[in-house]
């Protein structure tokens, strides 16, 4: 099998992309803005050997290395390699930082096998709560939390003079929504709040640079799934014997399809009158996905 390099986009001046194909399970993407002088990173990589290949990218591009660090929400793939970017400030929301303080060397626990380096758990030392704006010279930086959707600490990344938009896994370009530490209808205002931004060009979480189209084919999913959960809830089945049942449709050619079930899971939650981003158990998710996966499961793609 050909693995594919990062490679870095530039949609606009002084704004990068930088996309780690195929996107799939721990490949994430992560971008900058810089002036020259200074530069704001957003997002950083799952292990410490990608996140050194990211920042000879920010210096190969002739940008300064980054003084700010934005964390788009907790998950390890984006977040492990903040300690490779030391001293820079790690900013993210206030429950990215208490997420990524509880779930530790989460990613070392599902996935043993892989060599994540030398990583120590580097959590945002400035958060917020709703917005917050940064500057990378003239280049204004408006990091906005959406509500509870992917996660219940995620923050997208808007430069409102460039018309980009830092996504984080609200978007998936070609692969999966995952929603098991997030909300559906979480997930759904969300898209609303991206699409009044009226960016040009989106950046994805996982996945090639894409556009706003790409929040239809997101919305139609979870509708997908909400109406799947409800059919299946009301036939008192469980999320797996929902999952194996479904007919993907459209869907069946996105990247993580075993995600359905774990999808399913929040969904059922919220049918249950569960709160948005509740906990719920992960392990027993993950043996679902496992199933799903036909009995192999889920692989690290970094």
């Known amino acids: 099998m050909t693995v594919e390099k990062p490679y870095v986009v530039q949609p606009a001046a002084g704004v990068y992309a930088y996309v780690q194909p195929d996107g799939g399970w721990c490949l994430n993407n992560a971008g900058w803005i810089s002036d020259g002088g200074r530069t704001v990173l957003v997002d950083t990589a799952a292990t410490e050997r990608r996140a050194l290949a990211l920042r000879e990218a920010v210096l190969a591009a002739g940008s300064a290395l980054p003084r700010t660090v934005v964390n788009t929400h907790h998950h390890g793939d984006h977040t492990y390699g903040n300690t490779v970017f030391a001293p820079a400030v790690i900013v993210g929301h206030d429950n990215a930082r208490t997420e990524q303080l509880a779930a530790g060397h989460q990613l070392e626990l599902i996935w043993p096998a892989t060599d994540f380096g030398a990583i120590e758990i580097t959590a945002p030392d400035l958060t917020y709560g709703d917005r917050l704006t940064l500057h990378a010279g003239d280049t204004e930086v408006r990091v906005l939390h959406p509500g509870v959707a992917h996660t219940t600490g995620d923050s997208v990344v808007w430069l409102p003079a460039q018309r980009v938009l830092f996504t984080g896994d609200l978007v998936f370009a070609g692969g999966t929504p995952f929603l098991a530490m997030g909300s559906l209808a979480g ?68 990247r993580e399809s075993e995600r359905l079930v774990a999808n399913l899971h929040r969904a059922y939650a919220e049918l249950a009158g569960e709160p948005e981003g509740a906990p719920l158990d992960i392990m027993a998710v993950l043996r679902d996905m496992t199933v799903m996966n036909g009995g192999t499961p889920i692989l690290c793609h970094a």
């Open 187 to 254: 997930s759904l205002r969300a898209l609303e709040l991206l699409r009044s931004l009226d960016a040009e060009t989106v950046v994805p979480g996982h996945g090639p640079l894409t556009d706003p189209s790409a929040y239809e084919s997101t919305e139609r999913y979870l509708r997908y799934v909400a109406e799947l959960a409800r059919e299946g809830r009301d036939k008192g089945l469980t999320p797996l014997e929902t999952a194996r049942g479904a007919d993907l449709g459209e869907f069946a050619a996105w």
